[in-house]
């Protein structure tokens, strides 16, 4: 036997960012949008909701919180590279969609307690979304349906979404989930304060994110019996030891590894060209640094898929 001890793959992920000064000042001032949301709250259920978001995100250099580390820079870093999103509005509408989305997947998903804090504190993100988008539509001279359209087709997609019939309708019901995140530059849009293209930018970016998540998840998924994109990427035989693996202790782990490799570099192969798509239209426009997070972001997801697993 061999005493060399190979290292586990790092799992599937985006190429980091290099953020520019100002835009790690942007980053930092989400989390403080944040915070003016969480201070409408009653004093004792405000108080233990930003402990509860000051454990969120904890870096070197950010040890009270940095909540939008936890979000890959081109899904709000387009608040930088438009002007008119340099507005406390804008900014407040953008991160209390990004958060609003996390904390109701960690609520329906156990991840966070329901005590009345956390509950209170999605209510006021909900608040936030519908009187700051309501605000910008009146500003911009946008649709004050918008608001409604976005938050609606959100709402049905996470609660109840239609089952799948193949890996193309797995990704329009994400793209569906998604519409709380592209509210804010779909207003930019309507309202003619920068040309289209930033609301499909965020859109591919979010669904690029969901397949890279079900790549590197896909032990758990597997265990839990989850089909993800890597279970729709594979044939009839794949699926099946998929969610027989799912019913019987620790038999997710060794049926990925013989199984999975392969599909899950198609479905990393698929990010990887939303990613590009974008970044190609991003440059089109004359929005370089966009495009440059574009292509950062991909170079990670093409590593990721070349890896072996």
Do not use: K, N
């Given at each position: 036997?061999?005493?060399?001890?190979?290292?586990?793959?790092?799992?599937?992920?985006?190429?980091?960012?290099?953020?520019?000064?100002?835009?790690?000042?942007?980053?930092?001032?989400?989390?403080?949008?944040?915070?003016?949301?969480?201070?409408?709250?009653?004093?004792?259920?405000?108080?233990?909701?930003?402990?509860?978001?000051?454990?969120h995100g904890r870096t070197q250099t950010a040890d009270q919180g940095d909540l939008f580390v936890l979000f890959p820079a081109p899904v709000w870093s387009f608040l930088h590279w438009?002007?008119?999103?340099?507005?406390?509005?804008?900014?407040?509408?953008?991160?209390?969609?990004?958060?609003?989305?996390?904390?109701?997947?960690?609520?329906?998903?156990?991840?966070?307690?329901p005590d009345l804090a956390a509950l209170q504190l999605r209510t006021e993100l909900w608040r936030c979304v519908e009187q700051d988008g309501a605000a910008l539509c009146a500003d911009?001279?946008?649709?004050?349906?918008?608001?409604?359209?976005?938050?609606?087709?959100?709402?049905?997609?996470?609660?109840?979404?239609?089952?799948?019939?193949?890996?193309?309708?797995?990704?329009?019901?994400?793209?569906?989930?998604?519409?709380?995140?592209?509210?804010?530059?779909?207003?930019?849009?309507?309202?003619?304060?920068?040309?289209?293209?930033?609301?499909?930018?965020?859109?591919?970016?979010?669904?690029?994110?969901?397949?890279?998540?079900?790549?590197?998840?896909?032990?758990?998924?597997?265990?839990?019996?989850?089909?993800?994109?890597?279970?729709?990427?594979?044939?009839?035989?794949?699926?099946?030891?998929?969610?027989?693996?799912?019913?019987?202790?620790?038999?997710?782990?060794?049926?990925?590894?013989?199984?999975?490799?392969?599909?899950?570099?198609?479905?990393?192969?698929?990010?990887?060209?939303?990613?590009?798509?974008?970044?190609?239209?991003?440059?089109?426009?004359?929005?370089?640094?966009?495009?440059?997070?574009?292509?950062?972001?991909?170079?990670?997801?093409?590593?990721?898929?070349?890896?072996?697993?």
């Amino acid at each position: 036997m061999s005493g060399t001890v190979h290292a586990a793959a790092p799992a599937p992920g985006f190429g980091a960012v290099l953020e520019t000064p100002d835009v790690s000042a942007l980053r930092s001032r989400l989390h403080s949008r944040v915070l003016e949301v969480v201070h409408r709250m009653p004093g004792p259920l405000a108080d233990s909701a930003a402990a509860l978001l000051d454990r969120h995100g904890r870096t070197q250099t950010a040890d009270q919180g940095d909540l939008f580390v936890l979000f890959p820079a081109p899904v709000w870093s387009f608040l930088h590279w438009v002007p008119a999103a340099r507005h406390p509005h804008a900014e407040r509408l953008h991160a209390a969609a990004l958060l609003l989305h996390l904390w109701d997947d960690h609520l329906t998903d156990r991840q966070l307690a329901p005590d009345l804090a956390a509950l209170q504190l999605r209510t006021e993100l909900w608040r936030c979304v519908e009187q700051d988008g309501a605000a910008l539509c009146a500003d911009w001279g946008a649709a004050p349906g918008l608001v409604a359209r976005h938050t609606e087709r959100y709402l049905c997609a996470t609660h109840a979404p239609r089952p799948p019939v193949d890996l193309d309708a797995y990704c329009a019901a994400a793209r569906e989930q998604a519409a709380v995140w592209t509210l804010l530059p779909r207003l930019l849009e309507t309202g003619g304060r920068t040309t289209a293209g930033w609301s499909a930018l965020v859109e591919e970016f979010a669904l690029a994110w969901r397949l890279v998540d079900d790549a590197a998840d896909v032990h758990r998924d597997a265990a839990a019996g989850i089909r993800s994109a890597v279970w729709w990427e594979l044939p009839g035989a794949g699926r099946a030891r998929w969610d027989a693996a799912s019913r019987r202790a620790g038999g997710a782990a060794p049926f990925v590894a013989a199984g999975c490799a392969e599909a899950v570099g198609r479905v990393l192969a698929r990010a990887a060209a939303l990613l590009g798509a974008a970044a190609e239209r991003a440059a089109a426009a004359g929005e370089e640094g966009a495009a440059t997070e574009l292509l950062t972001a991909r170079a990670g997801v093409l590593t990721s898929a070349r890896r072996p697993s």
